[in-house]
C-alpha cells in the first residue's frame, strides 16, 4: 500500500447469525482516522442459512464445509462487487478486502490429541476466491495467529475499538449481535473484553421456533409478553456468565440443543418466552459488568451496536439496570449499528497490510501481540 494518500478497503462481517454479510467500505488516513464511505448488505439464501446453521450446530458433514467455504467466498464477492458499484466506484480503487469469514466452530479451550495441545477456530468463505472474483487483494484468517499465540481468538474488535473511540474517557461499547461482547475504553485502565453471553441468539431462535420470524423487529414481541422471574433465574444459571475473562463463546455453547433444554422449562405464553430470553441479553450485560467492569471503572457511558441496538424492548431494559450509565448507540457517532463490525474488519486488514501487530493481548489472552491475517494477492 501507498503511503502517500487515503487508502480505500473494504470490511466484510458475517457473524454468529448467520443470516447474511454486511460491507462496509471505508476510506483509512495515514493517522487512522476512518470514514464509512458507503455500506451494502447481502442476505444468505434459505438453503445456505439453513446448511450454515446445520454446521454451526455440528450436524453439517466435511463435504458441506468444503463446498460451503467455496459458495461463501462467491457470495461475499458478489456482496463486494455490488458495494462497488452502489459506492460509484472501480475495483482498482479498492486497496484490500478484509473478511471476517463465516464462523463454522470456534474451540478456545485447548484440546489433547495423541499428547499435543491445541485450541482451534474455522472460518469459512475462502479468501481465493473472494480475491479472484473481485480483482482485489483479500484478507482473512484473522483469528488463527492470535489462537496459536495462545489466544481466545476473540474478541478482535477491540482493536478497533481503540481507533474509532479513542481511550480519553471511560467508555463500554457493547456489541450485540449473535453474541454479546464488550470493549472497556479508558485513559486509567488497559483495554480489556470478553463476550457477555448469548445476545440475540437465543431470542432469534425462539422467536422462529414459535412466530415464524426471522427476528423480534423493535421487541415488537417481546412488549406484549411478560418476564418470567423463576425462568430467568434458571437460565442466568449459566456457568458461562461466571467465568472470569478472557473467555469467548458462540454456539458451540449456545446450541439449538441447548435453548432446547432450557425451552423444557419455558413459561406457556411465547410472548412471555421472548420476553424473557430478551431480558436474559440485558441482564447477562449487566451482570458482566457488575462482576468484571465495574470493579475496575466505571463507565461514563456506554456505546451499543449490532442488531440488538434496534430492538427497543432489549435497550429500554437495559437502561433501567444501568439506570444513571447514559446508553448511546454507535450511530449517535455517525457509525450504523448494522455496519461497525464490518469496519472493524476493514481496520484490522489495514494494519495487517501495513505488518503491523493488530491483536490486543489482555483482550483475547494471547502471550504477545501478533500480525493476524492471511493474504491472497490479487
Known amino acids: 500500500m501507498t503511503d502517500t494518500k487515503n ?10 447469525s448467520l443470516d447474511g454479510v454486511d460491507a462496509c467500505l471505508v476510506e483509512i488516513s495515514e493517522c487512522c482516522d476512518v470514514k464509512i464511505k458507503e455500506t451494502y448488505s447481502l442476505d444468505y439464501g434459505k438453503d445456505i442459512q439453513t446448511k450454515l446453521f446445520e454446521m454451526a450446530n455440528n450436524i453439517g458433514s466435511i463435504k458441506d464445509v468444503c463446498i460451503m467455504n467455496f459458495i461463501l467466498g462467491e457470495i461475499y464477492a458478489n456482496c463486494t462487487l455490488e458495494l462497488i ?33 491445541a485450541n482451534s477456530t474455522l472460518q469459512i468463505g475462502d479468501i481465493s476466491v473472494i480475491s479472484d472474483k473481485t480483482g482485489i487483494t483479500t484478507i482473512g484468517d484473522f483469528r488463527t495467529k492470535d489462537m496459536s499465540a495462545g489466544g481466545q481468538g476473540a474478541p478482535l474488535v477491540p482493536f478497533a475499538d481503540e481507533i474509532i473511540f479513542k481511550r480519553n474517557k471511560t467508555r463500554a461499547i457493547q456489541n450485540i449481535g449473535g453474541i454479546g461482547n464488550v470493549t472497556l475504553l479508558s485513559p486509567d485502565v488497559e483495554t480489556f473484553a470478553f463476550d457477555t453471553g448469548a445476545g440475540n441468539m437465543m431470542i432469534d431462535y425462539c422467536t422462529k421456533k414459535f412466530f415464524h420470524k426471522p427476528f423480534d423487529k423493535d421487541g415488537e414481541l417481546a412488549f406484549c409478553g411478560h418476564v418470567d422471574d423463576n425462568w430467568l433465574s434458571y437460565l442466568l444459571d449459566e456457568p458461562y456468565y461466571r467465568q472470569t475473562p478472557p473467555k469467548t463463546t458462540g454456539r458451540e455453547l449456545f446450541s439449538s440443543e441447548y435453548i432446547e433444554e432450557k425451552l423444557k422449562r419455558a413459561p406457556d405464553n411465547p410472548y412471555d418466552i421472548i420476553a424473557t430470553v430478551t431480558a436474559l441479553s440485558a441482564h447477562s450485560i449487566f451482570d458482566a459488568y457488575k462482576n468484571f467492569i465495574f470493579p475496575h471503572a466505571i463507565p461514563e457511558e456506554i456505546v451499543l451496536g449490532g442488531g440488538g441496538a434496534y430492538n ?56 504477545r501481540p501478533v500480525i493476524m491475517g492471511k493474504v491472497s494477492y490479487q
Open 312 to 367: 427497543k424492548f432489549l435497550t429500554t431494559y437495559l437502561q433501567k439496570l444501568f439506570k444513571d450509565i447514559p446508553i448511546k448507540t454507535h450511530e449517535d457517532f455517525g457509525i450504523p449499528n448494522k455496519y461497525k463490525e464490518a469496519m472493524a474488519f476493514a481496520i484490522l486488514g489495514y494494519f495487517t497490510m501495513k505488518k503491523l501487530p493488530n491483536n490486543i493481548p489482555s483482550c483475547t489472552g494471547a502471550k
Open 7 to 16: 487508502t480505500l478497503a473494504i470490511g466484510l462481517m458475517s457473524g454468529t
Open 85 to 117: 458499484k452502489k459506492a460509484g466506484i472501480k475495483t482498482k480503487d479498492v486497496e484490500y478486502i478484509a473478511s471476517h469469514g463465516q464462523t463454522i466452530f470456534h474451540h478456545p479451550k485447548s484440546t489433547d490429541c495423541s499428547g499435543i495441545q
